[in-house]
């Protein structure tokens, strides 16, 4: 990534415009999972979304896999999964039947059942989307983003919104897949998902990366005090061990 | 022809419709009423109800009114002027005959009078027509006359007469319009509200293959529906599709892409689902009226006629009366065919060109 610039109308004064990503550049390693740090509005989403040429590249250039994005916006879609943050389908369709159909727009004859095991939802094959609960919804959702077996993997917001079972179940998922060799890149509020999944992190705010590096060396560096050590667990240590790891979905 | 993911993603849309139960059962429910309101109003004209006032006490009045009260297409009452005339004020009459006392066959031409209330009576010329000829063989009888002649109309076209056969087609045309423009237009934007189209941006498909793919699952929606209608029609309404059924379909499917394509752009003009609908509204309703559904654009106001017949809703009703009515074929070059083929080119275009995948109305 070199130099994005996304602009956009000032919400105040459309006739101005102000750059809701303005000049980032970073390079993500293969097999490594990134992760994309920020308040609201820093443009983490909108990074994203140039990234997976759903918004065009105002200025700048990015290359994924030695493919420039806004030259071969087609290329690069066969090659990457995506999930995004709110996921809605067509209507009266199983898991199955929308698996089989992503794949058909990849021009890819799919296993869905396959896919389902995958993400733990096999039982519910025959389920329609919106009879999922949330977990189960952003497991679905990354079945979805995973019917083309992409190299690069983004994720906006996984978690978000899922009790503490559903949530660690997920990170376990995104090892898993990580190590079997996919790249991912992923938006995050939870700071403690930052840490425990992301090889380097990237801090964004207002369009421009203020930090990026291991999530070890950032500490190192803005937060060396050492906390004291814990005599105990937080309080989702409480919650897990009265509820159970067990997924609850 | 076809690629794999518009195939399928077309048989998924097809899965979809189907399996909605509720909206299968409404799409019927119009062709259905429609056939109803024209097999129960249909049949003979009903007879003129008459007045009839006797003031000649000749035998030659006498049997006037004999006559007068055996024609078939009067219904006649006897009575007295007054009372005659308040029922023809209330409606209840459409016309008084009076025969006057002095009515004989010799001498000058008797003078009857016929009473009416042009305000009620809106086709009170056409009465005074089937009047004056019911009037005329009732007199050739009394005097004994032969007529002249007989007036024998041959048709040389042989083609329908009664209004529903001239109806049918624009009715096609117009069910036609809305099924497509709901079947695209509001999808369209229900799919972009709920961020499905988005979902379906990030996959390597192109506007072009989501189109092709709308565009095939409900031409076939389409077509099932519209030969429900026809097929209710040609039975129960003894409709005669002139130019036969192959040109009539071609016909049908022609327009059903015309009307999806406009579906689509319309879909990406309105940015909410609130807003689609006085869209469509605006587009579908000044075409109803200008585009001779009801009445030949002929009839209309000279300056309109050019922009009635340019519309698309237009080239498609005056393509399908040209088939079903006057049997034409649907490779007869005219211009209503190169403007069924101009209005498929441009539809597509702007369908194509303004496609919106992503903006999610917030």
């Given at each position: 990534m070199q130099n994005l610039v996304k602009s956009y109308p000032h919400p105040e004064n459309p006739k101005q415009l102000f750059n809701a990503v303005d000049g980032i550049s970073f390079n993500i390693k293969a097999e490594e999972i990134y992760g994309l740090l920020g308040p609201n509005g820093a443009g983490k989403t909108s990074t994203l979304e140039m990234l997976?040429?759903?918004?065009?590249?105002?200025?700048?250039?990015?290359?994924?896999?030695?493919?420039?994005?806004?030259?071969?916006?087609?290329?690069?879609?066969?090659?990457?999964?995506?999930?995004?943050?709110?996921n809605e389908y067509f209507d009266r369709l199983n898991l199955l039947e929308l698996l089989v159909l992503f794949g058909k727009l990849y021009m890819q004859d799919i296993d869905p059942l396959k896919l389902l095991k995958g993400v733990n939802l096999e039982d519910k094959a025959n389920a329609k989307p919106e009879e999922l609960s949330g977990g189960q919804k952003q497991r679905f959702s990354i079945a979805c983003a995973l019917v083309n077996d992409p190299k690069v993997l983004f994720l906006d917001e996984p978690t978000t919104g899922l009790d503490p079972q559903a949530k660690r179940n997920l990170w376990q998922l995104i090892k898993e897949l990580n190590s079997g060799g996919m790249t991912i890149v992923l938006t995050t509020?939870?700071?403690e998902e930052a840490e425990y999944l992301c090889n380097r992190i990237a801090i964004m705010d207002e369009g421009r990366i203020i930090a990026e590096d291991t999530p070890e060396n950032l500490i190192l560096k803005y937060a060396p005090e050492p906390p004291q050590a814990a005599l105990h667990g937080n309080i989702e240590d409480v919650f897990l061990a009265l509820t159970g790891h067990e997924l609850r979905d | 022809m076809f690629s794999s993911a518009q195939l399928h993603l077309a048989k998924v849309f097809l899965k979809i419709f189907f399996r909605n139960r509720q909206s299968i059962f409404f799409s019927m429910l119009f062709p259905l009423i429609f056939t109803g309101v024209f097999f129960f109003s249909g049949g003979a004209a009903d007879p003129i109800k008459l007045g009839l006032v006797n003031l000649s006490q000749s035998s030659i009045a006498n049997s006037f009114s004999e006559l007068v009260i055996a024609e078939p297409s009067f219904k006649v009452t006897k009575g007295s002027l007054s009372i005659l005339r308040e029922e023809l004020i209330n409606g209840d009459q459409t016309a008084i005959i009076v025969v006057p006392e002095n009515f004989s066959v010799t001498g000058d031409a008797g003078e009857l009078n016929l009473i009416l209330d042009a305000s009620q009576v809106r086709q009170a010329s056409s009465i005074e027509e089937t009047l004056k000829n019911s009037l005329l063989s009732i007199e050739r009888e009394v005097r004994g006359i032969k007529p002249m002649f007989n007036l024998v109309v041959e048709d040389v076209q042989a083609r329908p007469q009664r209004y529903v056969d001239f109806l049918l087609p624009g009715i096609l045309a117009y069910m036609l319009m809305n099924l497509c423009i709901a079947g695209s237009g509001f999808n369209i934007v229900e799919y972009r509200r709920r961020g499905i189209l988005k979902r379906l941006f990030v996959t390597p498909i192109q506007p072009k293959d989501f189109i092709v793919a709308i565009i095939l699952s409900r031409m076939v929606i389409v077509l099932t529906q519209i030969s429900v209608m026809l097929g209710l029609a040609i039975i129960?309404?003894?409709?005669?599709?002139?130019?036969?059924?192959?040109?009539?379909?071609?016909?049908?499917?022609?327009?059903?892409?015309?009307?999806?394509?406009?579906?689509?752009?319309?879909?990406?003009?309105?940015?909410?689902?609130?807003?689609?609908?006085?869209?469509?509204?605006?587009?579908?309703?000044?075409?109803?009226?200008?585009?001779?559904?009801?009445?030949?654009?002929?009839?209309?106001?000279?300056?309109?006629?050019?922009?009635?017949?340019?519309?698309?809703?237009?080239?498609?009703v005056s393509g399908l009366r040209g088939i079903a009515n006057d049997g034409m074929s649907l490779l007869s070059i005219n211009y209503t065919t190169m403007g069924v083929v101009i209005w498929m080119m441009i539809s597509f275009f702007v369908a194509i060109k303004y496609f919106v995948w992503k903006e999610v109305a917030n």
């Open positions: 997976e040429g759903m918004n065009d590249i105002d200025a700048g250039s990015a290359t994924i896999a030695g493919l420039d994005v806004s030259k071969n916006s087609y290329e690069v879609k066969k090659i990457i999964g995506v999930q995004l943050q709110a509020h939870n700071m | 129960i309404l003894d409709i005669n599709i002139v130019g036969g059924l192959p040109s009539l379909y071609g016909m049908i499917i022609f327009g059903t892409f015309i009307f999806l394509c406009i579906g689509f752009f319309l879909g990406s003009l309105a940015k909410t689902q609130e807003a689609i609908q006085p869209i469509v509204a605006l587009t579908s309703f000044p075409q109803l009226i200008l585009s001779g559904v009801f009445f030949p654009i002929s009839s209309m106001t000279e300056w309109l006629q050019p922009v009635a017949h340019s519309l698309p809703l237009s080239v498609v």
